[in-house]
């Protein structure tokens, strides 16, 4: 099936700070090159990277046409190459100094004028987030972020914002302070992946799901993001960031906002964000003995991953050896609405577990087996609808059916939609859809302020529990298996079990 096809984005100059960096190379300029092969990048387009290290347009340019052909996951077509990289420059310069949003003007009155690129700028902060802030602040004071003469300034942070529901206050206070919230463009690549924006449509374009989707007849959901990979070279940052910071607030929380939040009035930016962020808003905010009632945090000792040997997170590189740090959350969670009263979700996602999966689970509740009371059946298979993220994008639905004899006996089978089966979906690094949709402006898969924030209210009881006492709390798990024996524990007290890691 082929889709409408989209427009070109608008006439604009794409400037990256931390330019020199793996997020550049390995994701966002593979992104534009895809976006150029779909014709949606528009013919006035220009690429300016920022960064400290020494280099020069040249070397730039060549740096990139080299990570072209190292990370894109396509037959390169040289035609598209040398387009994308015809308007590239680049600006030496620590992003926190006044003189490089100099030198970067004169760079982009010269760049824009030659482009014409009608002056409209999207800065990406492909930086470590306490550059944010700073970052910022000169955009606004230099006035490179200032919209004027019709030109549109758009601002993409990448996550963290924030590191707890403070910083992320303080973040969105100053930012607010110097640009407008529709400049702001906060980033989780999660929602770049076809199957995820699939599930508003799932539930709101189809007439089936939107009834029965609530506390009468959907019993429990589990949201799993499980990886395989260990935190690898990251531990620097990693053992200051932890599992809960790194993927609750952003990834996992926005995968429950879009299962959980009410139909918005229209498809559109302000309604979808607004009913997102007031499902978020609406969590339960545990007391500290809650938190950690229902909660697992631990951290992944020696094991073996596709029989590959893995040392324990205590022995990686940049880490403390008696690091608390956890790489491995489970949450069970409560929100307070009509909808979902007295439904769970149960939450987890680790480093170093068996195998990559990322899935939401929604279980209905059990049918009543008391027609069925004459027969040898003792119980009834779960039903599931299961929205499969990585590595298959997929929805699958697991029920009852009768199994083919002359008795009663009834087995649990599954029906599996898989994209791949379907649609022509190209090689993609996630980012593609997010980029293309910052340049048109619409800002409908961006989490708007108070999206952040009530995510991170919602975790800063764990946050505040988990520091009290960060030994006592840590539990472990071997490198390779499902995770630590306490998440199961989570859900056996409810008479549940967490899906497989398959």
């Not at 508003?200 to 089936?208: D, E, Y």
Request: glycine share 6%; charged share 25%.
């Amino acid at each position: 099936m082929n889709a409408p096809k989209a427009r070109p984005a608008d006439p604009c100059c794409f400037i990256i700070f931390g330019a020199s960096g793996d997020l550049t190379h390995r994701l966002l300029v593979p992104a534009l090159y895809n976006l150029g092969v779909a014709g949606l990048l528009p013919k006035a387009f220009a690429l300016v990277g920022v960064a400290r290290s020494a280099s020069s347009s040249d070397a730039f340019r060549d740096g990139l046409k080299k990570s072209l052909a190292k990370f894109t996951a396509r037959p390169l077509d040289d035609g598209v190459v040398n387009e994308l990289l015809s308007g590239v420059a680049y600006v030496q310069g620590d992003p926190d100094d006044n003189e490089t949003y100099k030198k970067l003007g004169t760079k982009l009155a010269r760049i824009e004028h030659e482009r014409h690129t009608h002056g409209n700028r999207l800065f990406y902060l492909a930086t470590p987030p306490a550059a944010f802030a700073p970052i910022g602040c000169h955009l606004g004071q230099s006035g490179l972020a200032r919209e004027e003469n019709g030109a549109w300034r758009r601002v993409v942070f990448e996550k963290p914002f924030g590191t707890d529901l403070a910083t992320a206050q303080a973040l969105n206070q100053k930012l607010l302070s110097i640009l407008k919230e529709d400049q702001i463009f906060r980033i989780d690549h999660y929602l770049g992946k076809e199957t995820v924006q699939n599930i508003m449509v799932l539930r709101f374009a189809n007439g089936l799901f939107e009834p029965i989707w609530n506390r009468h007849h959907i019993e429990h959901v589990q949201i799993t993001v499980a990886e395989s990979l260990t935190v690898g070279q990251r531990g620097n940052y990693y053992d200051s960031t932890g599992a809960l910071r790194d993927m609750v607030p952003n990834h996992l929380f926005q995968l429950l906002s879009l299962i959980a939040m009410e139909p918005p009035s229209r498809f559109a930016a302000e309604p979808v964000r607004a009913e997102k962020a007031q499902v978020l808003d609406a969590i339960q905010v545990s007391n500290r003995d809650d938190a950690l009632h229902n909660s697992v945090r631990a951290q992944y000792d020696d094991g073996y991953i596709e029989n590959q040997a893995v040392k324990a997170y205590r022995k990686t590189k940049d880490v403390n050896p008696a690091s608390t740090t956890e790489t491995y959350v489970a949450l069970k969670l409560m929100i307070d609405n009509w909808r979902w009263a007295q439904v769970p979700f149960y939450l987890r996602t680790g480093k170093a577990l068996r195998v990559k999966q990322t899935e939401v689970a929604i279980k209905f509740r059990q049918a009543p087996i008391a027609m069925f009371r004459d027969t040898p059946i003792d119980r009834l298979s779960d039903n599931f609808l299961v929205i499969g993220i990585q590595p298959d994008e997929s929805i699958g639905l697991e029920f009852n059916a009768k199994v083919p004899g002359p008795a009663i006996n009834i087995g649990g089978v599954s029906m599996t939609f898989n994209y791949r089966d379907y649609f022509d979906t190209p090689p993609a690094t996630g980012y593609e859809t997010l980029i293309y949709d910052c340049m048109v402006g619409d800002a409908i898969l961006y989490p708007r302020a108070d999206g952040i924030e009530a995510g991170w209210r919602a975790v800063q009881p764990l946050i505040n529990a988990w520091s009290e006492s960060p030994a006592r709390t840590l539990a472990t798990y071997r490198a390779g298996s499902e995770g630590p024996a306490e998440a199961d524990e989570l859900l056996a007290r409810d008479g549940r079990r967490w899906r497989p890691i398959a």
